[in-house]
């Protein structure tokens, strides 16, 4: 429990700036895992059953009310997928989504450990508020990716199915032509 005895207010601004380095270098460090090193169908993100494809969420969590109004990390790091809006809907951009989903995703369950750390320096009802924030603050971010994900697959799924529906389509077409 608590090792380091500080006065209230350097508590205070150690618990801000900490949280600060935390939330920046562990973005910054995921930022920099090259996506294809995530796989959507891993243990971590596969989604399951009982998820609904993403509909558990929106029934329990109503993610379709708030899912805007989220800020997004990825401004903050050069060269960083923004996940919060899918501008383009090619298969390759949509796969690329999915990834990086995962890497979002993964970033936010790594952001809520270190708030077992906050023991250190704190009280134990305050290190519980620590956990408890950490948690807060990136569940809601879990769940919007674990929300989206299953929605992008099946975008995905029909549009690689149209397209090689139209590409047999087109085959079909110029061997009829040939004949």
Not at 97 to 105: A, F, H, V, Y
Not at 142 to 151: E, G, H, T
């Amino acid at each position: 429990m608590r090792q380091i005895f500080l006065t209230q207010t350097e508590t205070i601004l150690l618990d801000i700036v900490i949280w600060v380095i935390i939330h920046l270098s562990i973005g910054y460090w995921t930022s920099r895992i090259p996506a294809n090193v995530f796989n959507p169908e891993s243990a971590l993100f596969r989604t399951r059953k009982w998820e609904k494809d993403g509909m558990f969420y929106e029934k329990y969590f109503r993610v379709k009310a708030w899912k805007d109004h989220l800020p997004s990390g990825a401004a903050l790091y050069e060269d960083a997928y923004e996940v919060k809006h899918i501008g383009d809907y090619s298969t390759e951009n949509l796969r690329t989504w999915i990834l990086e989903s995962c890497r979002s995703e993964f970033c936010h369950y790594l952001m809520i450990i270190p708030g077992f750390f906050f023991f250190l320096w704190n009280t134990v009802n305050v290190g519980w508020i620590m956990v408890a924030y950490a948690f807060a603050n990136n569940i809601i971010p879990i769940i919007m990716q674990r929300y989206n994900r299953p929605r992008v697959k099946k975008l995905l799924r029909y549009l690689e199915r149209s397209k090689k529906y139209s590409r047999q389509q087109t085959v079909s077409s110029g061997e009829a032509l040939a004949i």
